[in-house]
């Protein structure tokens, strides 16, 4: 992609490693829902009215909501440049910015509880507690896991307030990876609040910040991990340009860790046990935005569903953002494939006895490869307290407050006009 900016000139970025890459993954049809309720003002223009805004190509998937600032583990990369002071949400603010959530969306929809780190707000299992009690089905956390580590009371309080399961940061389980990534070796933290979780019946989906040179080498490795352990998935998340991270890790801001790069390495690093193919881009954003493989997993086999699924059938579940109950449920009814799955056994009698396994990448944009066009299409918003919905990637560009970059992009040009 190339362009201009007005203050520092011709720019390109790289969003696709190969140009057939590029026009397989252009190709996927997007499934598309508006919001069901928005902003009644959009007098500024694209990307200035977000809260919804009229414009917006796309419901909520996911809603992010920080509930804290703060957090005290001080890592050198940091999407939310988190440091140990900071404010807190109350209850109140959370359920009043939930009530919006419902109101603009017409229903709960999954909600990640993020921050800062998550459990250090002391009313933590009060707010799951209460989303729950509205009606939000599925509840993650992200967190760091040091005091799910620390406290296995705490996985048991939280499961029983109504969580579904955490999204754990584990860039690898290398010592060195941990250590260049995070600062120090985490490795024992992260499996103690593994195995605390499990324990208590919460899901873990991993989330590795990849980092071209330090991690890229280690991805199927970190999904054999979770399977070995039983865990529910993993999600690998490109690091980007926002908020804190050191300069040596992404020195090119041409270069970039793209959809179609985890495609190849996830390939080629499996030996081809996961193909291309396998990793299917999610339909509701722009198909560049992410991709996502379910596989069944046995003792001796790991078969992607893409294979035995017919495509349109499968995403749906990938636009919905769907768990694995919704998936099964699916699955058990009527087999509607179009002749891949063989017609004496079905797809529901090869499932008894087998594990369910979630590969994702979420190809996040900073403000060195913005696309103001997936940001129209984003699925994935951030709840601000207020109510008011950003997508993700715009909320970290230009809407995190800080007193840095206040409402800037991070390149530093303040936006004065709107983009469109
Ligand atoms: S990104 Fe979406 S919500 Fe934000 S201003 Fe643009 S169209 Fe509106
Ligand atoms: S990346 Fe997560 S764990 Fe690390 S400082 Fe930021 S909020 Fe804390
Ligand atoms: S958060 Fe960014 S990468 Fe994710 S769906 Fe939205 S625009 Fe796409």
């Known amino acids: ?95 009043s910015a939930l009530r919006n959530l419902i109101s603009k969306e017409g229903k709960p929809v999954p909600l990640q509880l993020s921050g800062g780190e998550p459990t250090l707000h002391e009313d933590l299992h009060s707010i799951v507690h209460a989303a729950h009690s509205m009606g939000f089905g599925k509840i993650e956390i992200d967190t760091n896991g040091r005091l799910l580590a620390e406290k296995q009371d705490l996985c048991f309080l939280l499961k029983e307030a109504g969580l579904s399961g955490i999204y754990l940061q584990m860039d690898g389980i290398r010592p060195d990876i941990s250590l260049k990534i995070r600062g120090r070796d985490l490795t024992a933290i992260k499996l103690k609040a593994i195995d605390h979780c499990r324990h208590a019946g919460l899901q873990v989906v991993l989330s590795v910040t990849v980092v071209p040179g330090i991690n890229t080498d280690h991805m199927w490795e970190m999904v054999r991990f979770g399977i070995e352990r039983n865990l529910t998935g993993v999600n690998f998340q490109p690091a980007v340009r926002s908020g804190r991270y050191p300069q040596e890790f992404l020195p090119d801001r041409s270069t970039r860790f793209t959809l179609g790069h985890f495609q190849k390495e996830m390939q080629a690093q499996s030996r081809g046990i ?65 002749g891949e799955c063989r017609p004496d056994t079905g797809i529901s009698a090869q499932l008894p006895g087998r594990d369910f396994f979630s590969i994702g990448f979420h190809g996040m944009m900073d403000a060195f490869c913005f696309d103001i066009e997936r940001a129209r299409r984003c699925c994935v918003h951030e709840l601000l307290p207020d109510g008011r919905l950003i997508p993700f990637c715009l909320y970290n560009v230009k809407y995190r407050p800080s007193p840095e970059n206040g409402r800037t992009f991070h390149c530093g040009r303040r936006l004065e006009a709107p983009l469109l």
Request: net charge negative.
């Open 1 to 95: 992609m190339e362009w201009v900016c007005s203050e520092h000139g011709p720019q390109k970025s790289l969003v696709c490693p190969d140009l057939q890459t590029y026009a397989t993954i252009r190709s996927i049809s997007r499934k598309v829902k508006k919001p069901a309720a928005c902003l009644e003002s959009t007098a500024a223009g694209c990307p200035h009215d977000c809260g919804l805004c009229r414009a917006h190509e796309q419901h909520t998937c996911l809603a992010i909501l920080e509930i804290t600032d703060r957090c005290d583990a001080g890592c050198p990369i940091c999407l939310s440049d988190s440091i140990e002071d900071g404010r807190d949400l109350s209850v109140a603010t959370v359920t």
């Open 274 to 338: 996961i193909r291309a193919g396998d990793m299917m881009p999610i339909p509701c954003p722009s198909p560049f935005c992410g991709a996502m493989a379910y596989l069944i997993v046995s003792e001796d086999h790991i078969t992607p569903l893409n294979r035995i699924l017919a495509p349109e059938r499968l995403s749906t579940h990938l636009a919905d953002q769907s768990n694995w109950e919704n998936v099964l449920a699916d699955l058990n009814g009527a087999c509607g494939c179009s």
